[in-house]
C-alpha cells in the first residue's frame, strides 16, 4: 500500500482546524468511556483475536500460540501450545496460518 492523504481519502481538502476537531472529538469520545467500555472497543476492532500468531519480544523470546484476548491494561492474551496464557505489552505480532 503506497501513501496517500487525508483530502485524497475524503475526496476535499481539509485545514489543518478540521483535522484537530476531528480528532479532539474522537478524544473525547474515548475518554468519557468506562474502562470496560473501552477495552471493548478496542477489542472489537482487533483482527487479531481467534488467529494463530507468533509473538517476537525484543528479548528475541519468540512464543507462538492463539490469540484469546485483551486484558485492560491493553495487554495481548495468548494461549500457547501448552495451555499457558502469556500476556504481552510489546512484542511484534505476525499472523500464522
Do not use: K, N
Not at 36 to 60: A, Q
Amino acid at each position: 500500500m503506497g501513501a496517500t492523504s487525508l483530502a485524497t481519502i475524503v475526496g476535499h481538502p481539509l485545514s489543518a482546524i478540521d483535522v484537530l476537531r476531528a480528532m479532539l472529538s474522537s478524544l473525547h469520545d474515548l475518554l468519557v468511556c468506562s474502562e470496560d467500555e473501552l477495552t471493548g472497543r478496542y477489542r472489537t476492532h482487533l483482527s487479531t483475536i481467534g488467529r494463530h500468531v507468533r509473538v517476537e519480544l525484543p528479548s528475541r523470546e519468540v512464543v507462538t500460540g492463539r490469540a484469546v484476548g485483551v486484558s485492560p491494561d491493553g495487554s495481548l492474551e495468548v494461549v500457547d501450545e501448552c495451555a499457558i496464557t502469556h500476556r504481552f505489552h510489546a512484542g511484534d505480532v505476525v499472523h500464522l496460518r
